[in-house]
């Protein structure tokens, strides 16, 4: 079945502290394949995407992103977090629409 | 240029109502997707939209519908409204729906009492 998973439901790391949270897909291709962050009450907001090429995306906020087809995953990571980094983060792809995994809630720590 | 705009951004209704959310896209974007978010179920897919027909659709009750207009602006109907779908409803247009990604509305929050 087709599907995206995002096997942290939550995860909490300290400001500047280094950051990466994962996103695994199951398809018969490669999909197109999304980050999205979400503050409270608030849409989505795309943080990068990847469609095809460089397997290492770069995105907005200092995010970036690589695909490994190998692993089928598209972990998004960042070097030194900040606090206003904290919201809900979901990987996303088209696979025919656009499936969302169930996101993950980023908590950052002064 | 404008984003995604939604109306109304909040609401509450009665078990048994009808309503009648509205997205209007960004210009130029021929594609609107609806999504319902809910603490337990997440992001789900209700329908997608493209130069005024249904191009996709979720697995939803019959309740739910849409509609798009030739302005690309979209309009989702929740008829006989339960306590479940209480939810925030987003909108997300894009270019084609395919490869070129979604922009997000921030949403209306649909509560049922």
């Known amino acids: 079945a087709q599907s995206v998973t995002q096997p942290d439901i939550h995860i909490t790391v300290s400001e500047g502290a280094s950051l990466e949270l994962r996103c695994n897909y199951s398809?018969?291709?490669?999909?197109?394949l999304f980050w999205y962050v979400q503050s409270p009450g608030q849409g989505l907001q795309l943080l990068l995407k990847?469609?095809?090429?460089?397997?290492l995306v770069q995105g907005i906020k200092g995010f970036e992103a690589e695909f490994k087809r190998s692993q089928s995953s598209f972990n998004l990571r960042k070097p030194s977090v900040h606090w206003s980094d904290a919201a809900e983060y979901f990987c996303?792809?088209?696979?025919?629409?656009?499936?969302f995994g169930t996101g993950t809630r980023l908590q950052v720590f002064p | 240029k404008a984003g995604v705009t939604q109306t109304p951004r909040y609401l509450i209704k009665t078990r048994g109502q009808q309503v009648t959310l509205s997205c209007s896209p960004i210009?130029?974007?021929?594609?609107v997707s609806w999504y319902q978010q809910t603490p337990g179920q997440g992001l789900q897919f209700l329908f997608e939209?493209?130069?005024?027909?249904?191009?996709n659709k979720g697995n939803f009750p019959g309740r739910f519908s849409g509609r798009q207009f030739s302005n690309s602006r979209s309009e989702m109907n929740v008829s006989t409204l339960e306590l479940g779908d209480s939810a925030l409803y987003l909108c997300?247009?894009?270019?084609?729906?395919?490869?070129?990604?979604?922009?997000f509305g921030s949403g209306t929050r649909l509560t049922v009492v």
């Open positions: 939209y493209f130069s005024e027909t249904q191009r």
């Open positions: 398809y018969g291709a490669t999909p197109y």
């Open positions: 996303a792809a088209i696979m025919y629409k656009l499936i």
């Open positions: 990847y469609f095809s090429g460089d397997t």
């Open positions: 997300a247009s894009s270019q084609t729906g395919d490869y070129s990604g979604y922009t």
């Open positions: 210009s130029g974007h021929r594609s």
